[in-house]
């Protein structure tokens, strides 16, 4: 076969010294190949990209045709592809249009001696047990824990690692242990906020749900790695109290304490949402309610929220409700309001429109820990207090490790958390007035 006469390019050193090449397609991976020769071997010259379809310029280089009689065929082709079967098709026409010297790139990491051996990056292995630990967003707060345990231990990487419960035990922390219905789904849970949480981490690297407890001798006993927490053990896992930890300690560490960001990608797709409907982002203040099935006495309290929305649309802002998840579909109590169903369902669209908006105004829900954890949202978080249920108590708060009054130690300037505003619209606006304040006077 014709595609036999190429020559593999498995280094950089495979390019004779001086060489004058060409690239062929006009493709990502040649850009990416004609930057490492740019960057690595200076002594090699890249003319042009060749290519039957397209034309114009690319990366500073000139895409020519395969057919353009005036280019030199004797010059040295080098063919960077993924796919195999548009490789030997290119590398065939190349050949049947005259050239003489093509070489093709079969794996897309090209190797130097000097890179062999290459010290790989430190990695924390944070083992988030659910033998001992919530299937709930508190997940999130552990996250950022062990995110100042990686800094404090100068690794590089985060690598994830849950650890299902014991079938036997009698402990039960997952979502079935909140009641009925879709809220007490746990793969649901899992796949859908879990999961996509850790993509929010920038040095997250990977992430692996173990099937049974066993697995993690597999994984993880047998090396000599880092673990948070400390000395982890799989036969006496320990219970993380991580959001006491973050609202007591980082502020020795605040410049790494709010580590989630949300992508532009999702930043995006919510600017264009708010575009279509109208909304000036400066001007949309997100209300974030809670509506859960369970603790029923920590719910938003809707007619107050309502009166909120009326009060700020009329000051020129855009009232946005963010509804609980498991009450999205809901449509009979919000009518004539705008409400963002989609943020509800993914958590990606959810943190992108919390750093987008002008302020949210939140209940104490699950999902606040995608403000409170992330120094671009504006928030004033309101804490439930009264003595509709204990839940909503001040001694429920001192058992949990946060009093009334506590403030996450690494918050910015634009970040409040209250307690017991929450059931009056003309309180909620004394604090809405207090947090535009200090916005307005920082621009």
């Given at each position: 076969?014709?595609f036999q006469?190429?020559?593999?390019?498995?280094?950089?050193?495979?390019?004779q010294?001086g060489?004058?090449v060409?690239?062929?397609p006009?493709?990502?991976?040649?850009?990416?190949m004609?930057?490492l020769?740019?960057?690595r071997?200076?002594?090699?010259?890249t003319l042009?990209y060749l290519d039957?379809y397209?034309?114009g310029?690319r990366?500073?280089?000139?895409?020519?045709s395969?057919?353009?009689?005036?280019?030199?065929r004797?010059?040295h082709?080098?063919?960077?592809i993924e796919?195999?079967?548009?490789?030997?098709r290119i590398?065939?026409?190349?050949?049947?249009?005259?050239?003489?010297?093509v070489?093709?790139?079969?794996?897309?990491?090209?190797?130097e001696e000097c890179?062999?051996?290459r010290e790989?990056?430190?990695?924390?292995?944070?083992i988030?047990?659910?033998?001992?630990n919530?299937?709930?967003?508190e997940f999130?707060?552990s996250l950022?824990?062990?995110e100042?345990?990686r800094?404090?231990?100068?690794l590089?990487?985060?690598?994830?690692v849950?650890v299902?419960?014991?079938?036997e035990?009698?402990?039960?922390?997952s979502r079935?242990a909140?009641?009925?219905?879709?809220?007490?789904?746990?793969?649901w849970f899992?796949?859908?906020?879990i999961?996509?949480?850790v993509?929010?981490?920038p040095t997250s690297n990977?992430f692996?749900?173990?099937?049974r407890?066993?697995?993690?001798?597999?994984?993880?006993c047998?090396k000599?790695i880092?673990?948070?927490?400390?000395?982890?053990?799989?036969?006496?896992?320990e219970?993380?109290?991580?959001h006491?930890?973050l609202?007591?300690e980082?502020?020795?560490?605040?410049k790494?304490a709010?580590?989630?960001?949300?992508?532009?990608?999702?930043?995006?797709f919510?600017?264009?949402?708010?575009i279509?409907n109208?909304?000036?982002?400066?001007?949309?203040?997100?209300?974030?309610?809670?509506e859960?099935?369970?603790?029923?006495?920590?719910?938003s309290?809707l007619?107050v929220w309502k009166e909120f929305a009326?009060y700020?649309?009329?000051?020129?802002f855009y009232?946005?409700?963010v509804?609980?998840?498991?009450?999205?579909?809901?449509?009979d109590d919000?009518e004539?309001?705008?409400?963002f169903?989609?943020v509800?369902w993914n958590?990606?669209l959810?943190?992108?429109f919390?750093?987008?908006?002008f302020?949210n105004?939140m209940?104490?829900?699950g999902?606040?820990?995608?403000?409170?954890?992330?120094?671009?949202?504006?928030y004033?978080?309101?804490?439930?207090?009264?003595?509709?249920?204990?839940?909503?108590s001040?001694?429920?708060?001192?058992?949990?490790?946060?009093?009334?009054?506590?403030q996450?130690s690494a918050k910015t300037?634009f970040?409040l958390?209250?307690?017991g505003?929450?059931?009056s619209a003309d309180?909620i606006?004394e604090e809405?007035?207090?947090?535009?304040?200090?916005?307005?006077?920082?621009?």
């Open positions: 076969m014709v006469e190429a020559k593999e390019i498995k280094r950089l050193s495979d390019i010294d060489d004058v060409c690239l062929a006009a493709g990502n991976s040649s850009e990416n004609h930057h020769i740019s960057g071997r200076p002594d090699v010259t042009y039957s397209k034309n310029m990366s500073g280089l000139e895409v020519l395969i057919d353009d009689s005036n280019i030199d004797t010059a082709v080098i063919v960077s796919r195999e079967g548009y490789r030997k590398v065939s026409n190349l050949f049947q249009s005259g050239f003489k010297k070489s093709y790139i079969k794996s897309g990491v090209i190797l890179e062999i051996g790989e990056k430190s990695v924390l292995y944070f988030y047990d659910l033998e001992k919530a299937l709930n967003f999130v707060n950022c824990h062990a100042l345990e800094v404090k231990r100068g590089d990487l985060i690598n994830v849950i299902p419960r014991c079938e035990s009698v402990f039960d922390l079935a909140v009641g009925g219905g879709v809220e007490s789904d746990n793969r899992m796949d859908n906020v999961v996509p949480s993509s929010l981490l990977s692996t749900v173990l099937g407890r066993e697995e993690y001798r597999d994984l993880c047998e000599n880092n673990t948070f927490p400390l000395n982890y053990s799989i036969s006496d896992p219970e993380l109290t991580s006491v930890y609202y007591d980082s502020m020795e560490m605040s790494y709010l580590p989630l960001i949300a992508t532009d990608a999702s930043k995006s919510v600017k264009k949402w708010l279509n109208n909304l000036y982002k400066n001007k949309v203040v997100a209300i974030t309610l809670r859960c099935g369970y603790q029923k006495e920590r719910n309290d007619k009326d700020i649309y009329k000051q020129g009232p946005v409700f509804r609980d998840t498991y009450n999205s579909f809901s449509i919000l004539g309001y705008v409400v169903h989609e509800s958590i990606y959810r943190i992108a919390y750093e987008v908006v302020l105004m209940a104490s829900t999902p606040h820990v995608f403000c409170t954890h992330n120094r671009r949202v504006k004033v978080l309101f804490n439930p207090l009264s003595t509709d249920g204990y839940s909503s001040e001694e429920y708060g001192e058992l949990g490790g946060i009093p009334v009054g506590r996450y300037n970040q958390a209250v307690w505003k929450d059931r309180l606006v809405f007035l207090k947090m535009k304040k200090i916005i307005d006077e920082s621009c």
